[in-house]
């Protein structure tokens, strides 16, 4: 078959690609082409931190995800399709890039080719770094992932009590709205809470030692009543002294903040 | 009827004034790089407020005068009362003067006032 390689290049409204005037049969005007990458996609390696077991079917949408997003500083993946079964909304992607991304753009090209979702973070290293130091979140997020480059974190945590309350007032949601929502977002709530808890305790932050922290204070199964929607008030009532106690500690970090300020 | 619209106004006073708060804080953090990381991120509270919103009547156009006034007035009193006490702790950058702004800016974004 005849074939011709050409680039694609920037156009105002839509991109192009340019081919010689003089060509050969079959690429007449109005002719009907194919167009497709002409390099083959890099072989790529995903580095696996403290990730163990993933079911097979897993890693092939991890390449097909790493191979998609080649073109930028790396890929990591995490979240709770890290975890065992198939118990996900969508798959979490940091993209890391010094370049500004639309990503609902790219979530929805993603979700029409492959029919997966994902939920896309586009953030430059240096914040992530940041958001790792002083971010509980973070910090549990990247407990457990899969990048495209090996990457090491070597962080040290600092507290910034603005930001511990910021993360805490969206746990409050689930005071005012108890009653209807549904357990995947009760359990998210509940989570960021104790996260936000064993951050300010100094301890270790994973999705295994918050569920652990949520059974240990709330009493055995919590979590999984928690996913299944089995609460009652009584729970509730605990949750808010919870609520308060760390919102409490948080107003004390800003009040000694502002002192040495 | 009139008491479940009661309530889902509750509801969703509650969320929008978490929402207010929550806005105005972000403005209020100090590092530049952390503002506007977390600026970009979509609350929870506003996706629920919207959710009462749409049992709300009337729901494809903006509510009664009276009740704009009383949503207005209940979400300005719990947003300032959180605020207030942050302030009291010691929480420098609050700028109340944003919370009227914000909450106009909402409750259009939400079709409750025009």
Redesign the interface.
Known sequence: MVELISRISKGTRMDQIYIPKERMPGFELGATVLIKPVLEKANIRPYYYNVSNLEPIKNIIIEEIMNYFENFDNVIITGSFLEKGFDFEDIDVLLITERKADTSKLESHFERDFGIKLHIIAIDFKSLLKGLITDPLFQMMLSKFVSGKRVIFRIKRKINYKLLDLHLLESKVLIGNFGFLPGREKYKLIRNSIAIKLFMENESISLETVNSEIDSYFGKETVRNIRENLLDKSFLNKYKELYDRIFKDILAGIKNDSKQE | MTQNRNKLIG?FI??IA?AV??KI??L????E??RN??GKEL???VE?ARKYREKINPINRPLPEKDIEYIKNKVINKSNSELK??IA????NINLDLVDDIIDKMMADMKIKD
């Open positions: 509801l509650g969320n978490n708060v929550h804080l972000e209020a953090i100090d590092d790089l952390l990381y977390y609350l929870n509270s629920i006490l942050r702790k010691g929480y420098k």
